[in-house]
C-alpha cells in the first residue's frame, strides 16, 4: 500500500486548509489513517486518527473543535480539514496507515505503530 498526501501551503492565521491523503495499492477500508505534524528537530506527533469505516474518530487536544478527520472510501482518500488555523499548526503533515481492525491500548497516537508513511506536506500559517 502507499500513501499520497497534499494539500499544503501558506496561509494566514484564521484560515482554512484541507489535506489528502489518497491510498492505493491494497483495499483503503483495510486501513485505518492517522495525521502527524513534525517540527523541525522534533519527534512526530499525533494530531488524527480514523479508523477503517470510521466509526472511531480522535483528535489531539491542541486540534479538537478546529480540525475534522473524515474519508471517502469510494475515492480512497482521507481528509484533514483544518480551520481556524494559528501559528502553531505550522509544520510538516503526514498521513500514515496501519492494518489493525482496533483502537486498544491507543496505538494509533504513536507513530511507530504504522505500518506504511506518505511523504509530508508542509502546512505553513502566518500570523
Known amino acids: 500500500v502507499q500513501l499520497q498526501a497534499s494539500g499544503g501551503g501558506l496561509m494566514q492565521a484564521g484560515g482554512s486548509l484541507r489535506l489528502s491523503c489518497a491510498v492505493s495499492?491494497?483495499?483503503?477500508?483495510?486501513?485505518?489513517v492517522g495525521w502527524f505534524r513534525q517540527y523541525p528537530g522534533k519527534e512526530r506527533e499525533f494530531v488524527a486518527f480514523?479508523?477503517?469505516?470510521?466509526?472511531?474518530?480522535y483528535y489531539s487536544d491542541s486540534v479538537k473543535r478546529r480540525f475534522t478527520i473524515s474519508r471517502d472510501n469510494a475515492k480512497n482518500t482521507v481528509y484533514l480539514q483544518m480551520n481556524s488555523q494559528k501559528p502553531e499548526d505550522t509544520a510538516l503533515y503526514y498521513c500514515?496507515?496501519?492494518?489493525?481492525?482496533?483502537?486498544?491500548?491507543?496505538?494509533?497516537?504513536?507513530?511507530?505503530?504504522?505500518?506504511?508513511w506518505g511523504q509530508g506536506t508542509q502546512v505553513t500559517v502566518s500570523s
Open positions: 500514515a496507515a496501519d492494518d489493525r481492525p482496533h483502537t486498544y491500548s491507543l496505538w494509533y497516537r504513536r507513530p511507530d505503530e504504522y505500518i506504511v
Open positions: 495499492g491494497d483495499t483503503f477500508s483495510n486501513y485505518g
Open positions: 480514523i479508523s477503517r469505516y470510521g466509526e472511531y474518530i
